[in-house]
């Protein structure tokens, strides 16, 4: 069974930035398409970034040239670099790894923006 474990969260001020870091048991990622989901309180889980297998990316509008997502083979980790965090950016957010028969969740970090 592959975990995935996520860490890098916490509070920071808006316009600070945080790395998130998606680390896995296995070499998920070279299989999976990696994803970053986040879920404010009373809202639905939304896609945040994703990164296909062979290294194409795509992003939520609301993140836009802010979150970068990227991932280092060797390391089994997926990342997402957080930039310009805005008090909306404020959610628990969820790595996950998905093929065309297995999904994986990891249990979440928090992120919190505020002054």
């Known amino acids: 069974q592959v975990q995935l474990v996520e860490s890098g969260g916490g509070l920071v001020q808006p316009g600070g930035s945080l790395r998130l870091s998606c680390a896995a048991s296995?070499?998920?990622?070279?299989?999976?398409?990696g994803t970053w989901y986040r879920q404010a309180p009373g809202k639905q889980r939304d896609l945040v970034a994703s990164i296909t297998v062979f290294g194409s990316t795509s992003y939520a509008n609301s993140v836009k040239g802010r979150f970068t997502i990227s991932r280092d083979g060797a390391k089994n980790t997926m990342y997402l670099q957080m930039n310009s965090l805005k008090p909306e950016d404020t959610a628990h957010y969820y790595c996950n790894a998905r093929s065309g028969v297995t999904n994986y969740w990891g249990q979440g970090t928090q992120v919190t923006v505020s002054s």
């Open positions: 296995g070499s998920i990622f070279s299989t999976h398409v």
